[in-house]
């Protein structure tokens, strides 16, 4: 899979511009603040219609104007083209058409175009919170399967109703509300062990390969490991959601389920979180990223587009070159402001100023 060609018209600072990529790897070369990152952003936003910079989506729209486009011609796997065409509103909803064709649902967009993306924010996969390696979870689940998008939706869907009706009794349960709860705790046992199964059978599936992704990157024989085991998950959700019930009456929220999950990262049996060096830390994010990759890459027979954000900076040289090094077959899109490094070797070097290619080399 790879984009051939994509053009941006009114995204971010971009008022039009297009972008010939090759099949190789790509670097997009720059000062800050020109526009790099907006056109990894555009690129990724393909794969999920998510910024990975967790924006809203009218920030994505370039000031003044009411709408930005995102366009790509995509070669498949199989070597069929298609147009995508991405519309981004800033009021009411946008579109998305896939060879001149609207899709009926967003989410239908989902496997046309598939990226992984390596950013110097990935750090808070490791110092953030739980929220941020939920998150890793869930989305690369979706790349694995675009059915796990409707599960992690009804998940969602299930607990904000849940969490309306627990609000609705003011820390009192009477008989109707009661009854209405245990429809709505039968669903999430449902949905969320079925969430929680995944997660778990996706965790054992990534520890060997961000084992592996770390032992390369860092050249050190350090103990890397993920560890999955919410408490709720030992003695089901079913019974889980009984012994927390009163509680959450009170509360007026629901305290436990998928949506509260963490997944512990261990370098030599210690938490990375408090315990490893920060050049750790960035090497097991970029460990979970590749690792990602590489899993999603084996499981669907072709390669995601791998984006790279800004991340040789963050980087000694050491790991750069063995980042660089180490990179898997296909498509590859580098953006830096930093000089390139002998290992980047790049097919293609576009040059952005103020949101304008000013070369193509």
């Not at 690129?43 to 003044?64: E, K, W």
């Not at 389920?257 to 049996?269: A, I, S, T």
């Amino acid at each position: 899979m790879l984009v051939e060609h994509l053009e941006l018209v009114d995204f971010r600072n971009y008022r039009q511009a297009t972008f010939n990529l090759t099949a190789g790897t790509t670097c997009v070369v720059g000062q800050n603040g020109q526009g790099k990152t907006n056109l990894a952003e555009a690129l990724a936003y393909l794969s999920g219609l998510t910024s990975f910079r967790q924006a809203p989506a009218d920030a994505l729209i370039r000031v003044g104007a009411d709408q930005s486009i995102i366009r790509a011609q995509i070669v498949g796997a199989d070597g069929r083209q298609s147009l995508v065409e991405v519309e981004i509103s800033r009021v009411g909803r946008g579109r998305v058409q896939v060879n001149r064709q609207r899709l009926q649902r967003t989410r239908d967009l989902l496997g046309t175009v598939r990226t992984s993306v390596f950013s110097p924010d990935d750090l808070t996969l490791v110092k953030g919170g739980p929220n941020e390696r939920r998150r890793f979870l869930d989305d690369t689940l979706v790349a694995l399967a675009t059915k796990n998008d409707a599960l992690r939706l009804e998940v969602d869907r299930v607990l904000k109703q849940r969490n309306i009706l627990l609000r609705q009794c003011g820390g009192r349960l009477d008989d109707d509300a009661s009854t209405t709860l245990d429809v709505w705790d039968s669903r999430l046992t449902e949905v969320g062990e079925r969430l929680g199964r995944a997660r778990a059978a996706l965790v054992e599936r990534l520890q060997p390969l961000v084992a592996e992704a770390y032992q390369q990157l860092a050249g050190e024989s350090n103990s890397v490991s993920l560890a999955y085991d919410p408490q709720w998950r030992q003695e089901g959700l079913a019974a889980a959601l009984a012994a927390t019930r009163r509680d959450d009456v009170r509360r007026g929220v629901s305290t436990v389920g998928p949506h509260r999950d963490d997944v512990d990262l261990l370098v030599n049996g210690l938490p990375a979180r408090t315990h490893a060096s920060q050049g750790e830390q960035r090497t097991l994010a970029l460990s979970l990223r590749l690792g990602a990759h590489r899993l999603v890459t084996d499981h669907v027979g072709s390669s995601p587009i791998l984006i790279l954000d800004d991340v040789l900076s963050e980087l000694d040289n050491d790991r750069a070159t063995a980042l660089l090094g180490e990179l898997p077959a296909g498509q590859v899109v580098i953006t830096t402001a930093a000089p390139l490094p002998p290992a980047a070797q790049p097919e293609r070097v576009l040059k952005i100023d103020s949101g304008t290619v000013m070369g193509d080399e």
